[in-house]
């Protein structure tokens, strides 16, 4: 039987402050950061994992090499299910959710980049998927913006050919619905009636109050509401389900197919939102996925577009990518010519793996 083993594994961590800092209704990003794993086997593969932060990467970088790394050295790369539950047992009496994932995840990521490269196919082919591209939608509108800045944002996300956009509502932190209508109706009336608007509001509200907002924005055609309440409050999810008819998004703080299967038989979700560079990894991704198909609910996976793009061309319930605005400069940077969204598509690269390259002259001038 064929089989290559693992070598050696790098660990780069590269970071971009954000400028003037941008808020949202809970809190005010400054720094945004990548950490990259390079898994390099005996045969001279190199599987890439990324996961990212904006506080806590060096944290998750020293686990990776003082924890993780000894225990991956000589080990068989195409052992991904063996493997994660390995590090599931091994790591769970210190954290099941958080930084030991978005290790674990960007492990997992690059195992799955070469299982790819080992059988020469591209991933969503080797999870036996047919789509050649999957839709996108752009993310932004800060809560810091005014009025004419959001407007201006959204229209130039719908000038690059998006066909579906996200922005905040939680204004004076979660503390005047008046204007979140208001900003609501600016951005309807400026784009027109055929761009999805997806709003987001960061764990901001309560139940009560989340509802009231969905209920006087609802004509305004909105394709989601996301994480109207704080990502813990299963029951206030389920609450805000209730009462209103526009799809309940949640999930990107949630971490394994424990946390999403929690929210399912809650019915607190009808869009899935796990993200794979933090809740597991394509290991932990496919399950995911599957209970999403069990529940008949969406699944769109938070940010990191180039990452999921083979897993969503995989899926048949696959909803849309999410584009983080913030973090474009940070990935045209970190990849050689990344997949670009073109007229609000992905399109999977046909290379193995997740066809994605580092451009290791900036991760090495940047990097840390
Ligand atoms: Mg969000």
Not at 62 to 69: H, S
Not at 246 to 259: D, N, Q, S, V
């Amino acid at each position: 039987m064929k089989t290559d083993l693992i070598r050696a594994i790098d660990v780069h961590l590269v970071s971009m402050p954000v400028a003037g800092g941008l808020t949202d209704a809970t809190r005010k990003v400054e720094e945004i950061g990548f950490l990259i794993v390079r898994v390099h086997t005996q045969q001279g593969r190199e599987g890439i994992g990324v996961t990212y932060h904006e506080v806590g990467g060096e944290a998750t970088r020293e686990l990776i090499i003082r924890n993780m790394v000894p225990r991956l050295l000589g080990r068989d790369p195409l052992q991904t299910e063996a493997l994660w539950w390995e590090f599931f047992h091994y790591l769970r009496g210190v954290g099941r959710k958080g930084l030991m994932y978005c290790a674990l995840s960007a492990i997992d990521i690059a195992l799955w980049d070469l299982k790819g490269k080992f059988f020469d196919l591209p991933l969503y082919r080797l999870l036996g998927g047919n789509k050649t591209a999957v839709p996108v939608y752009a993310s932004g509108g800060w809560t810091s913006y005014d009025d004419d800045q959001l407007v201006a944002e959204m229209g130039s996300i719908v000038d690059r050919g998006f066909k579906a956009l996200k922005f905040k509502v939680g204004v004076e932190a979660g503390q005047n619905i008046n204007r979140d209508v208001v900003r609501v109706r600016k951005v309807r009336e400026a784009i027109g009636p055929d761009i999805k608007i997806l709003v987001d509001a960061n764990n901001c509200f309560d139940a009560a109050t989340a509802v009231q907002l969905a209920n006087r924005i609802r004509d305004y055609d909105i394709t989601l509401f996301e994480e109207p309440v704080f990502a813990d409050d299963i029951p206030g999810l389920s609450r805000f389900r209730r009462g209103t008819d526009i799809p309940l998004a949640t999930g990107e703080h949630e971490y394994t197919k424990f946390g999403v299967r929690d929210l399912l038989l809650n019915e607190a979700a009808d869009i899935v939102q796990a993200d794979g560079a933090r809740a597991g990894g394509y290991t932990e991704m496919l399950k995911i996925a599957a209970l999403t198909q069990a529940w008949n609910v969406k699944f769109a996976p938070h940010a990191m577009e180039n990452i999921h793009l083979n897993l969503m061309a995989a899926l048949p319930n696959g909803f849309m990518l999410e584009r983080l605005l913030m973090f474009e400069d940070l990935t045209q940077s970190v990849f050689k010519n990344p997949p670009v969204p073109v007229d609000g598509m992905m399109h999977v690269p046909d290379l193995p793996g997740l066809g994605l390259n580092l451009d290791m002259d900036f991760i090495r001038s940047e990097g840390r």
